[in-house]
């Protein structure tokens, strides 16, 4: 469980105190943070000890199959068969769908439909610049797999809506500093990154002491900047180093006065956890049912390939392993008592099966995700056309679903808000606190035939819903303008 950052941050904060904070980020915080999303991607790494390539939930296999095992033909160490199947991924990618599958309507509380159509053009200029409907998936996918997702407001160079830039800031890079009286409340929020040096680092005789005490080869290389961005309610700051034995320390850069005279940061958890700043991440209690999953197939696959081919035991025949058993193959012996022992062959282990499948089972309750939601069907589940029937075959994906809008629907409600707050600041769009309340529209994430559209259209019409709010959720555009049935399809 990662805890963040408690200090009492001055106007301007002091490099040792970073130091501290950075430190300890990266001991405990950032490894945690980078097992969950290796555990979400588990992406593909070389393995030095053998020309084959290693997994990353591979790390949550037991010794015995990682290990190599005994010298096998021509002095080669072989090692067990491993096999990873990777049931995280597709669940997160599931939530993720049904969280922002279908575009999110932004509407402003504004009184004024005039005044409220101005900002919510101005709104939907903004988040068209910084990726639309990809920037909410990227929110529902970091906050899924971290727990927590941090969108950073900055303000550049440029025209209108487009000077106004959303971060989705991934949690391993991030050292939020929160108030010690308040756990909600940001005193300062720092932004820790790691890049290459655009220079190439010169071969002089510093260089090649400093590659002979951290194990280098002593040609030139590419130096590693660490660049540190620190925002407070009064100051923005940036420090950079260069670690290494002979790097320098961490120094400020530069400096200037934040003109929001607030963190421009708005903090989403994926599930709320009471008096915590992180929520609770979507990946972390599948971890040990992956590991358990793993375990089971990699020991089924080695049982099958123990198992699945004939073994021939020859006894009192010279040179048997130099002639393999084949057809037409014959041997020629003098000893009477000479004979080929056929063994091995498949076998059922119903005790194997039945426990992988209660793995499976076991993440789907987990997760609250089933392959059902992903389209696939195992067995018989009866008759789904009925919506009702499935939506109570899904109703603990759709019950959580609900739940994670309240917490990303009152971080995107933030979001906007401090856009507007920027925008005013800055001159891009002048407007009053009083006028940057939104509420948000979601969509039903359950598939809607066109009949069934209609008929939902015709009834928000009947209790006054604006015509124009239901042609947009139908997906027309402004351009467009149908002619809404007057009866409803039987």
Same mark, same amino acid.
């Given at each position: ?374 389209? &696939?069907?195992? %067995?018989?589940?009866?008759?789904? !056309?009925?919506?009702?029937? =499935? /939506?109570?075959?899904? $109703?603990? *994906? ?41 509420? &948000?529209?979601? %969509?039903?994430?359950?598939?809607? !035939?066109?009949?069934?559209? =209609? /008929?939902?259209?015709? $009834?928000? *019409? ?29």
């Amino acid at each position: 469980m990662q805890h963040a950052e408690t200090a009492t941050i001055p106007a301007t904060i002091a490099p040792a105190l970073l130091d501290s904070l950075i430190d300890r980020h990266q001991k405990e915080t950032e490894p945690r943070l980078r097992r969950l999303w290796d555990y979400y991607r588990n992406p593909v790494r070389a393995d030095r000890s053998g020309p084959r390539h290693k997994l990353a939930q591979a790390e949550g296999l037991p010794a015995r199959l990682t290990a190599s095992c005994d010298q096998g033909p021509g002095g080669a160490r072989s090692a067990r068969e491993v096999v990873i199947e990777n049931d995280i991924a597709w669940r997160i990618n599931t939530i993720v769908s049904f969280m922002f599958g279908k575009p999110l309507i932004i509407q402003s509380a504004v009184g004024d439909p005039k005044r409220a159509e101005q900002i919510q053009a101005f709104i939907r200029r903004v988040f068209k610049h910084n990726g639309g409907a990809r920037f909410f998936q990227d929110l529902g996918l970091l906050g899924a797999v971290y727990g927590t997702v941090d969108v950073l407001v900055r303000v550049v160079e440029g025209d209108d809506a487009g000077r106004i830039v959303l971060d989705s800031i991934e949690a391993p890079r991030a050292i939020p500093i929160v108030n010690q009286s308040d756990y909600r409340r940001l005193d300062a929020y720092a932004l820790h990154l790691r890049r290459w040096a655009p220079e190439v680092e010169q071969n002089h005789f510093f260089s090649r002491v400093r590659n002979r005490v951290l194990g280098g080869v002593g040609r030139r290389q590419r130096p590693v900047i660490e660049d540190t961005q620190v925002w407070t309610a009064e100051m923005y700051q940036r420090y950079s180093s260069r670690p290494g034995v002979f790097g320098g320390g961490r120094k400020l850069v530069s400096e200037s006065v934040n003109r929001l005279g607030r963190v421009p940061v708005i903090h989403i958890q994926n599930l709320s956890q009471p008096f915590f700043y992180e929520g609770l991440s979507e990946v972390e209690p599948l971890i040990p049912l992956q590991d358990e999953l793993n375990t089971r197939l990699s020991d089924r696959a080695n049982r099958v390939t123990f198992q699945s081919f004939k073994m021939y035991l020859g006894k009192g025949i010279e040179k048997f392993m130099e002639r393999p058993v084949g057809p037409g193959q014959m041997w020629q012996t003098d000893n009477p008592d000479a004979q080929i022992i056929e063994f091995g062959g498949d076998g059922q282990s119903p005790s194997e099966d039945s426990h992988i499948s209660d793995i499976r089972e076991a993440m789907d309750k987990a997760s609250t995700v089933s392959p059902l939601a992903a389209g &696939l069907l195992r %067995a018989k589940v009866g008759n789904l !056309t009925s919506e009702n029937a =499935l /939506r109570i075959v899904m $109703m603990g *994906l759709l019950a959580k679903v609900d739940k994670k809008r309240l917490t990303y629907g009152h971080g995107i409600e933030s979001i906007c808000e401090l856009v507007l707050h920027a925008a005013d600041v800055y001159g891009i769009f002048p407007n009053d606190p009083e006028e940057r309340g939104v509420r &948000l529209d979601w %969509a039903e994430p359950l598939p809607d !035939t066109d009949s069934q559209l =209609l /008929r939902n259209a015709l $009834m928000k *019409l009947e209790v006054g819903v604006p015509r124009e709010q239901v042609l947009t959720e139908l997906g027309y555009t402004e351009n467009a303008d149908p002619q809404l049935p007057d009866t409803i399809p039987a």
